[in-house]
């Protein structure tokens, strides 16, 4: 049966895809950012091509929202292009993100934006955001928790981890396969943030009812195991009791006993399954549960006296 459900980076994407920003120069950046990941420059057009429709419609409307600017989009073969072919709507463009410089000379795109326009948080926001859209991924809240943008070019990367620390993310990165420079961040508070800085509220909310079924089950879970440790505990501290008074028995007979000491061997031994304190609530008169483990400490010490005689 194929399986359906969407992933969680997937609903992070749709999520922030739509959220477009109110000041033009958070658009800027936004426009930079997606010519920097899938943008390339022809003699005859400046063309965007990537994999994923969402991206190029939202590119093709920033284009007429910041600029005024009329492009071309069209499909083929499952590739989403937007093409601007005036020359001059290119160069305003260009000029706009940093990639055409006041001599005209070009500057290398390789993945990055211009620093020049993320000087704003809301502009690093931004940033964040489109590239995501790109090359990033967010586990499944419920299975780990790790953000992670895989990149082919260490400069990429390193733009990508600063501006993630200038949130205080504590981003990293991790070379993999000798090819692919991965910047993640794995603290759930940091994914979690990371969520509230590229605005995805929904998406926010779904992560942190995560968390809390997370805990609650390892509480859960932690509690189980102490009690099974516990329940370990009492039934070897029991069985050790058993061969003590047994022990007595036959060494000395339990008839030689204290009637305290005898009395708490005789419940022991035909209550072997039995707490210390529904054990005591057996004796007559009743015995604390402090009063039982002290009468069968007594019992421990003189069976341990009488096998040293022994040896």
Known sequence: MQNNKVSFSIKVKEEIINNFPAQRHCRIAEIASIIACSGRITPNALIVECENERITQKYFTLLKKTFNIKSDAFEQKGLF??????????????????????????????????????????????????????????????????????????????????????????????????????????????????????????????????????????????????????????????????????YLNECIGLENLSEQLQSVAKIRLENPDLGLKDLGELMTPPLGKSGVNHRLRKISELAQKYREKDT
């Open 81 to 246: 292009s937007v093409v601007v072919k005036n020359k001059e709507d290119v160069l305003t463009i260009l000029q706009a993100v940093n990639i055409l410089n006041g001599a005209c000379e070009y500057q290398p795109i390789k993945g990055l934006v211009s620093d020049v326009l993320l000087k704003n948080s809301c502009c690093k926001r931004a940033f964040l955001k489109t590239v995501f859209q790109f090359i990033g991924t967010v586990s499944d809240p419920l299975k780990s928790k790790q953000l992670e943008y895989v990149c082919t070019n260490e400069n990429h990367a390193n733009q990508i981890m600063r501006i993630l620390n200038y949130f205080e993310l504590d981003a990293k990165i991790n070379v993999r396969r000798n090819k692919y420079y991965v910047v993640y961040v794995r603290s759930k508070t940091a994914v979690g943030d990371f969520l509230r800085i590229v605005e995805a509220p929904l998406a926010t909310i779904e992560y942190e009812q995560a968390m809390v079924l997370k805990e609650v089950a390892n509480k859960t879970n932690r509690q189980n195991n102490c009690d099974v440790a516990n329940s370990a505990k009492a039934i070897d501290a029991a069985y050790k009791q058993l061969e003590d008074i047994k």
